[in-house]
């Protein structure tokens, strides 16, 4: 057990050196990220163009929902595909509908 415990820990020490110190792994994953949250406001702005032109009917409860859907889809541990667009999970290294790689 305790053998498991230093091999997490010097992978933890390796992985957060690497990050520190290499340019390139740092750029990819802020691009991944930016990616992500470019599909994720496309999106949020295709809901709201439709809550304005749904105005007319909205309710107090339909907006309230409305509101509570945005802000889970602000904090929802998901990213999206930067091939096709689809929702995949924070952690995917392969998109589940295009296979392709994150």
Do not use: W
């Given at each position: ?39 994720m406001l ?28 945005l802000k ?16 995949i999970d ?13």
């Amino acid at each position: 057990m305790d053998i498991v415990i230093i091999i997490v820990t010097v992978l933890i020490f390796a992985f957060t050196f690497i990050i520190m110190f290499s340019p390139k792994v740092r750029g990819k994953i802020l691009s991944r990220q930016v990616k992500s949250i470019k599909y994720m406001l496309n999106e949020s702005k295709d809901d709201i163009q439709n809550i304005s032109t749904n105005m007319a009917d909205a309710t107090k409860d339909g907006i309230e929902t409305t509101a509570r859907a945005l802000k889970k889809g602000l904090t929802e541990e998901s990213i999206y595909c930067k091939h096709c667009g689809n929702k995949i999970d924070k952690d995917s290294r392969f998109c589940k509908i295009c296979g392709k790689e994150q």
